[in-house]
């Protein structure tokens, strides 16, 4: 079970990594606003993930619940502002 739960933080933590590689990536090429926004989230979604997999596999003497909880509030309110006050 331990083993599970190791590949979905891990996997979890590279598709968003990915994802937010592939969006930056695209924001240079193109510079679309919406592709910024989307690229932000992703990026804090993957620091997200990285504390996860920090604080549930690699140090769990650290509570680092705060952290991913204002990296996943960044991440949203990110890809929000985005969406509501950037439309053209």
Not at 13 to 38: D, H, I
Not at 53 to 72: G, N, Q
């Amino acid at each position: 079970m331990y083993a599970f739960a190791t590949a979905v933080y891990v996997l979890s933590f590279l598709t968003s990594a990915v994802c937010g590689w592939l969006l930056v990536r695209s924001y240079l090429t193109n510079r679309t606003k919406l592709l910024l926004w989307c690229a932000a989230c992703f990026v804090l979604l993957a620091i997200n993930n990285f504390f996860v997999v920090t604080d549930m596999l690699l140090i769990p003497d650290i509570d680092f619940t705060y952290v991913r909880s204002l990296m996943a509030l960044s991440a949203v309110s990110t890809l929000l502002y985005g969406f509501i006050w950037e439309l053209d």
